[in-house]
């Protein structure tokens, strides 16, 4: 029997994993910055695999990764808004999975990672719907805030066409899922031309989607053109509604076609089987010593001055350069002005 330590799971991987016989110690830290032995215990200080998942609100950070004797591996999940402190806090893991291979693949060599796995968030097996018995012919569910401008000019630009919208920012997953089962067009927006989780929804649900172009992270999970549509600019966006409309049942094709590839591929079984896969052939690779000391904080100094951590940086400063120098030697007051520019 494995055991696998989860920080922040989600996605289901916990109760997947267990399903597969491993036993699991799953953490919520619920933010800050923690000292791995005291959260681990005795009990836990050797497991077989340790994973820590990228939270999107409350971001934990460890002391003592490197001591672990198992592989260790951060899952990345917004890497698209954040490799500026996840290119020095990736360093202290074996292998990183995300779904933007593409971002840290083109990282300078010291901060590319070693092992490197597209690894995305799972779809949903989900009872296809016909599109003639959806009432929905175009939707959308997102928030839209002054951070998302794109995605206002996506609804503006469609509100001609009838696009329903539901950016309710405390809708829950199971909520999403209804409401693209009975839509039958969903275009896909995202921030900075990434990989969404919207992709998956709608596919789950055998809408047509219709997404910027993302790339290679985003075509290595559908085939475009097929299982779904790439436009370029709002014109392209437009005539793809419009081709929907026109052609409801090559529209509601790419939507089935979408979702069988979902159940195929993507469903939460395949990425628990594909973790523990990834983790009996990762060697390791993490930085140790002084430099994963160094990572560590510049990671932590990098989220100070986001303002992304709940303690000073004064007071970070002097926990940083302990653990960094010993206490025998705090230089505290030498990095301080760092953390102010």
Not at 25 to 40: C, E, K, N, Y
Not at 120 to 136: E, I, N, Q, Y
Request: net charge neutral; aromatic share 10%.
């Amino acid at each position: 029997m494995l055991s696998i330590v989860l920080v922040d799971a989600h996605f289901t991987i916990e109760s997947e994993l267990r399903a597969l016989g491993c036993k699991v110690l799953a953490l919520r830290p619920g933010g800050g910055f923690f000292a791995l032995r005291d959260l681990l215990g005795e009990e836990w200080l050797r497991p077989d695999l340790f994973v820590q998942m990228e939270r999107l609100d409350a971001r934990s950070y460890f002391e003592g990764l490197e001591n672990l004797p198992c592989p260790t591996f951060f899952w990345a999940i917004d890497s698209h808004l954040n490799m500026f402190w996840q290119k020095w806090y990736t360093k202290l893991f074996d292998a990183v999975l995300t779904p933007h291979v593409s971002l840290f693949s083109t990282l300078p060599d010291f901060f590319r990672p070693i092992a490197l796995h597209s690894f995305t968030w799972p779809g949903l097996r989900r009872d296809f719907v016909p599109h003639a018995d959806r009432k929905r012919a175009l939707g959308l569910c997102a928030r839209i805030d002054a951070h998302r401008p794109l995605r206002a000019s996506l609804l503006a630009l469609l509100k001609d066409r009838g696009l329903e919208h539901n950016g309710n920012p405390e809708l829950k997953q199971a909520d999403i899922f209804t409401f693209y089962a009975d839509t039958k067009v969903v275009p896909n927006e995202s921030l900075t031309f990434e990989v969404n989780y919207r992709l998956l929804e709608a596919a789950s649900c055998g809408c047509m989607v219709l997404s910027p172009d993302a790339g290679e992270d985003q075509n290595t999970l559908l085939e475009p053109g097929r299982e779904f549509l790439v436009y370029h600019d709002g014109l392209e966006l437009l005539d793809f509604v419009d081709f929907a409309r026109r052609r409801p049942l090559v529209a509601e094709k790419i939507g089935l076609t979408a979702a069988r590839r979902v159940t195929a591929e993507h469903l939460p079984p395949q990425r628990a089987h594909k973790l523990l896969e990834i983790a009996l052939n990762t060697p390791r690779a993490r930085l140790s010593g002084p430099a994963a000391r160094m990572a560590l904080w510049l990671c932590l100094a990098m989220q100070i001055r986001n303002h992304a951590l709940p303690f000073s940086a004064a007071e970070h400063a002097d926990k940083g350069m302990s653990f960094l120098w010993g206490p025998e030697r705090n230089r505290s007051e030498a990095v301080r002005p760092l953390l102010a520019h």
